[in-house]
T-cell receptor, first 115, second 110 residues
Framework: KAGVTQTPRYLIKTRGQQVTLSCSPI?????VSWYQQTPGQGLQFLFE???????NKGNFPGRFSGRQFSNSRSEMNVSTLELGDSALYLC??????????????FGPGTRLTVT | QQPVQSPQAVILREGEDAVINCSSS?????VHWYRQKHGEAPVFLMI?????EQKGHEKISASFNEKKQQSSLYLTASQLSYSGTYFC???????????FGTGTSLTVIP
């Protein structure tokens, strides 16, 4: 079974630009969650999508948005990039059962650097 | 709402035991444990559900105290491969937002 894939793996952008990151979950998984990881803040939850609907959203500004397609692939968009957005962005896929009895499988991440 | 882990960092010699604690200010429904090695993605270790039993994985086990809103991860007879950062993850209810803990860096030396 193929794992979670994320593209691109590395990205360098300039302040004010926007960026789109992509995540392809494990086949059969309907839930995709996005996390931002930084040395100072650890793993911060961005949002979770399940069957094309946003099920949960973390405490991030509206510049961070996402969507999920019918094939469960998900994209995350960050507009008007700021220096503080530099981070490793991880997506995780799971079966998405509401009782949280499932594990999450993480992709390798996208390393975003904003200059 | 982010769970707090302790200790923040620990160094062990091979064969020694360690305990990592995860504490939440909110009522917990489930607790997950993940390990992340440097430069890699987090990898799932185990899940403990409210009312569920303690689950183990080889020499790594965990407990979940619902009343105290705490979970502990037990690593016995540590091996070099145990090195990494351990995160607990919690959800306050079915379908609720998932939070990862502050992380514990564990280093095992020969």
């Amino acid at each position: 079974k193929a794992g979670v894939t994320q593209t691109p793996r590395y990205l360098i952008k300039t302040r004010g630009q926007q960026v789109t990151l992509s995540c392809s979950p494990i086949s059969g998984h309907r839930s995709v969650s996005w996390y931002q990881q930084t040395p100072g803040q650890g793993l911060q939850f961005l949002f979770e999508y399940f069957s094309e609907t946003q099920r949960n959203k973390g405490n991030f500004p509206g510049r961070f948005s996402g969507r999920q397609f019918s094939n469960s692939r998900s994209e995350m968009n960050v507009s008007t990039l700021e220096l503080g957005d530099s981070a490793l962005y991880l997506c995780a896929s799971s079966l998405g059962l509401r009782d949280r009895s499932y594990e999450q499988y993480f992709g390798p991440g996208t390393r975003l650097t904003v200059t | 709402q982010q769970p707090v882990q302790s200790p923040q960092a620990v160094i062990l010699r091979e064969g020694e035991d360690a305990v990592i604690n995860c504490s939440s200010s909110k009522a917990l429904y489930s607790v997950h444990w993940y390990r992340q090695k440097h430069g890699e993605a987090p990898v799932f270790l185990m899940i403990l559900l409210k009312g569920g039993e303690q689950k183990g994985h080889e020499k790594i086990s965990a407990s979940f105290n619902e009343k105290k809103q705490q979970s502990s991860l037990y690593l016995t007879a540590s091996q070099l491969s145990y090195s990494g950062t351990y995160f607990c993850g919690t959800a306050g209810g079915a379908g609720n937002q998932f939070y990862f803990g502050t992380g514990t860096s564990l280093t095992v030396i020969p």
